[in-house]
């Protein structure tokens, strides 16, 4: 660990600052991983609080939990209730005309065609739009 202290010209301490690097990996026992998946467990249990509590990183507990085969686990209601809904199929809208809205600039134009007669709607918008 290197400790850095900067002192004033009046001899008073300004500031300390610390910097140490850890030699390797933390290794923690059975007992504190039991523990802390236990407390994962619970109804309501934040993850990331109970690692926190435990000065753990929440992804090692996430890690943890899935080896422990409790990674997919989630809050489900003890009782399941099927309720039957009943729909009505949806019925296309039949379109009997073609409705065309033109604009330009404050000009709005609004256009409605036969359907039966497209291909001559089509032609009239092809010279229209020439």
Do not use: Y
Not at 26 to 34: F, S, V, Y
């Amino acid at each position: 660990m290197v400790s850095v202290t900067m002192v004033s010209t009046k001899g008073i301490q300004v500031d300390t600052m610390e910097h140490s690097k850890r030699a390797g990996r933390r290794r923690h026992d059975d007992e504190l991983k039991a523990k802390v998946l236990s407390e994962c467990e619970a109804p309501g249990a934040s993850i990331a609080q109970v690692a926190l509590a435990h000065g753990l990183n929440a992804n090692l507990v996430h890690k943890w939990r899935r080896r422990a085969g409790g990674g997919h686990s989630v809050a489900t209601p003890e009782v399941t209730t099927f309720i039957p809904v009943t729909m009505t199929p949806a019925t296309p809208a039949v379109l009997d005309d073609i409705r065309i809205e033109l604009r330009r600039g404050a000009l709005a134009v609004n256009v409605t065609w036969p359907l039966a007669a497209s291909a001559q709607c089509a032609g009239w918008l092809r010279e229209l739009l020439k």
